[in-house]
């Protein structure tokens, strides 16, 4: 059976570097990727924007609810979503991303900064190589986002919220790269395309 997310053992703000390794290292999800069941269908879920999540047209107000289906959450080559089990595979509704990044902590600063977010669903991800941070290419309308799991460029991301962007950029320019880049984990993030 597939168990959603732990709480956090303590607050985000008081987590250590350490201590978020910890959790991420623990952390098992079931292997949705490997999953393609024949039977088929429309779970009548949608994500929307704003991170909330629906059945048939009522909120799902129960997090623990949401933590237990984003475990079993998947994009699809095509860019639909499904939530995916041994058994079914139905596709749900995502407006906009599947999670939103809601909190962020940086450790160090420059090549050697480590950026450490907390998901809507409480999920932890470190932005590294294998969680690259993006914004888009037109720098008047950023699209900031997270991956978070599944293949890189197609997916699931996190959408990071406008005031978590607003302290990357002004860490970059902090930083005075031309262009402006963000390092976590030993990767280099560009704030805008050349």
């Known amino acids: ?37 024949a039977r088929t269908g429309d779970s009548a879920m949608e994500i929307r924007a704003d991170g909330s999540w629906y059945h048939e047209g009522g909120r799902i107000n129960r997090p623990a609810m949401v933590k237990l289906f984003s475990t079993i959450l998947r994009r699809e080559p095509d860019g639909g979503h499904v939530l995916v089990t041994p058994a079914e595979k139905l596709a749900i509704a995502v407006e906009d991303t599947a999670f939103r990044a809601v909190e962020m902590k940086s450790e160090g600063d420059g090549a050697a900064r480590t950026l450490l977010f907390r998901l809507d669903t409480d999920d932890l991800v470190m932005a590294g190589a ?33 005031a978590l962007y607003y302290e990357i950029v002004e860490m970059a320019l902090a930083e005075g790269g031309d262009p402006p880049a963000i390092w976590s984990n030993g990767a280099c993030f560009p704030l805008v395309d050349r």
């Open 1 to 37: 059976m597939v168990s959603p997310a732990p709480s956090l053992p303590k607050s985000f703000a008081q987590l250590s570097p350490a201590e978020a390794a910890e959790l991420l290292a623990a952390r098992k999800l079931p292997p949705v990727e490997s999953w393609h069941p």
């Open 130 to 162: 294998d969680h690259p941070l993006s914004f888009g290419g037109d720098p008047d309308h950023p699209d900031p986002r997270l991956h978070v799991r599944g293949a890189i460029g197609n997916g699931l991301e996190a959408r990071i919220d406008r």
